[in-house]
């Protein structure tokens, strides 16, 4: 049997490519910039803020949750989400040397 496509790539690439894709959908971005915007933890207002169902929220938070940029707690019938600072940072330093890197060896001698 065939290694998975995944392998022959470095854990970075990965991880990096999962991150991408989490974020990859304006859900989760506008969720993001939802609790960043509050300050705060948030609990049960997703649904009004941004106009999807409950339960189409709640596999984006689950989503987000998965890559750790967000972590969760549980109080009475609802959970209250909040951005992971540390994870948060992490994530923000992955990207940022990501688009660091010098593309600009292909100017000029390239399409």
């Known amino acids: 049997m065939g290694i998975t496509k995944t392998e022959i790539f470095s854990e970075k690439q990965n991880e990096l490519a999962v991150t991408f894709k989490a974020l990859g959908h304006p859900a989760r971005i506008a969720i ?24 189409t929220i709640s596999q984006h938070l689950r989503e987000l949750k998965n890559i750790g940029i967000i972590k969760g707690t549980i109080e009475g ?35």
């Open 77 to 111: 019938t609802s959970v209250c989400y909040c951005i992971d600072e540390e994870m948060w940072q992490s994530i923000k330093d992955e990207l940022n040397a990501f688009f660091s890197q010098d593309a600009s060896v292909c100017a000029g001698k390239c399409c």
């Open 32 to 55: 993001l910039q939802h609790i960043i915007k509050q300050q705060s933890c948030i609990c049960n207002d997703l649904v009004q803020e941004l106009g999807l169902a409950q339960p």
